[in-house]
Structure formats: structure tokens, C-alpha cells
């Protein structure tokens, strides 16, 4: 009995981690998401602006990308756009982060990658909840 628990605790171990890619400028915020996407089986890379976050993007691959609207440079609009316009990224769901009195929903909406639109601040266990349901959704 001990050899198939030590052979599923080794299938567990050795199963791809999903990946997400988060961008915030708010460190604080990116740091606590980050933590807790981590602590829930998550490979995280993370970017503190949009630029930093197209980066990344093309260079980890990653299942998902939740990212804050308003962002220094490259902001989340331009991110989402630069994703549809990469062929390797085009199918990468977005998760974006918005302030309430963000009125820019509605450009997020025509976006084909953006899945949802989060009002911050976020609560770190929906996040959780969603991004799986969107990674299993992905690999299925």
C-alpha cells in the first residue's frame, strides 16, 4: 500500500504546475497574489508593468494572465492587444483587475482573450477559483 501512495504523491509532484503571469504596479498587491497563487499550486511569474508583463509573457508561456488595467507604460488594454496579436499567445485567457470607478469595461469586453473583468481589490480566493476553473478549461 505504502508503493502506490509514494507512486501518486510522485505523479502529484512530478504533474506540470499551471503557470499564471501577474502584473501589478501595486507591489504590495502583486506580492500577496503572488504568495497566494504560489501556495496554491501555481507557478507565478509576476511583472510590475505592462511592458515587464509582455516579456515575460512570450518568455514563460504562461495558462492564464491576470493583470491590472491601469499600469505605467504598456497598460492593460496594450497587453491584452499585444497577446492577440502574438499567434502563441492568442489563446492565453486575461483576468483584468479594475478599479470601481474604472469606466473602461466595455473596451475589455471586445477583447477575444479577456474572460472577465475583476473589480479590485481583489479577493484572493475567487481569484484562485477562477484562474483553476480557466486552466482546467484549457488542458481539457
Not at 504598456?74 to 479594475?98: K, N
Not at 477575444?112 to 478549461?137: F, M, T, W
Request: charged share 30%; with cysteine.
Amino acid at each position: 500500500m505504502e508503493t502506490q501512495t509514494n507512486n501518486y504523491v510522485d505523479a502529484i509532484a512530478a504533474a506540470p504546475r499551471p503557470r499564471i503571469l501577474v502584473a501589478d504596479d501595486e507591489e504590495p498587491l502583486l506580492r500577496l497574489l503572488e504568495a497566494k497563487f504560489v501556495r496554491a499550486g501555481f507557478d507565478v511569474a509576476t511583472a510590475l508593468d505592462g511592458q515587464e508583463a509582455w516579456e515575460k509573457a512570450v518568455d514563460c508561456a504562461p495558462d492564464l494572465v491576470l493583470t491590472d488595467y491601469r499600469m505605467p507604460g504598456v497598460d492593460g488594454l496594450d497587453l491584452c492587444r499585444r497577446l492577440l496579436a502574438r499567434p502563441e499567445t492568442r489563446g492565453v485567457p486575461v483576468l483584468v483587475m479594475t478599479s470601481p470607478w474604472c469606466k473602461i469595461g466595455e473596451q475589455f469586453r471586445q477583447m477575444a482573450n479577456v474572460v472577465e473583468l475583476i473589480e479590485k481589490p481583489p479577493r484572493p480566493g475567487d481569484l484562485i477559483a477562477r484562474a483553476r476553473q480557466l486552466v482546467a478549461g484549457r488542458s481539457a
